[in-house]
C-alpha cells in the first residue's frame, strides 16, 4: 500500500520561503508523475506544479511560476517543492500526488490525473 506523508508547512511572513516534503512508502517503482496541489479555503483542490515522465519535464500553475521549484529525490524517495517570495495567496492545504499512469502536457495538475494523494500540510502566508 502507498503513503504519501507530507511535511515542511508553517506560518511565514509575505516574502519568505518553505521546503515542503513529501515522502513516498510503499512505492514499488518509480512513480511517472508527482504533483503537489492546494486547497484554500472555501476553493476547490488546484495543482500547483508537477513532473512526468520521471523528472524530464516540469509544468507550473501560472500564479507560481518562477517562484515555485518541485523536484524529486530518488534516493531518498522525495517529492520537493521548494516555494520562495510566497505571497498570501498562496495560503492553504499543499497535498503531494502520485501516479504510475501516463498523461498529455499539463494534464498532471488536475486532481483527476493523480491516484494516490497524502493528508496534507498546512502552509499559511501572513503580512
Known amino acids: 500500500q502507498i503513503q504519501l506523508v507530507e511535511s515542511g508547512g508553517g506560518e511565514v511572513h509575505t516574502g519568505g520561503s518553505l521546503r515542503l516534503s513529501c515522502a513516498t512508502i510503499?512505492?514499488?517503482?518509480?512513480?511517472?508523475?508527482v504533483a503537489w496541489f492546494r486547497q484554500a479555503p472555501g476553493k476547490e483542490r488546484e495543482g500547483v506544479a508537477c513532473?512526468?515522465?520521471?523528472?524530464?519535464?516540469?509544468y507550473y500553475a501560472d500564479s507560481v511560476k518562477e517562484r515555485f521549484t518541485i523536484s524529486i529525490d530518488k534516493v531518498q524517495r522525495r517529492v520537493i517543492l521548494e516555494m520562495n517570495d510566497l505571497k498570501a495567496e498562496d495560503t492553504g492545504v499543499y497535498y503531494c500526488a502520485t501516479d504510475y499512469g501516463t498523461s498529455d502536457g499539463d494534464s498532471c495538475l488536475t486532481t483527476a490525473s493523480m491516484l494516490s494523494w497524502g493528508q496534507g500540510t498546512q502552509v499559511t502566508v501572513s503580512s
Open positions: 513532473m512526468t515522465d520521471v523528472g524530464e519535464t516540469t
Open positions: 510503499g512505492a514499488t517503482r518509480d512513480y511517472y508523475k
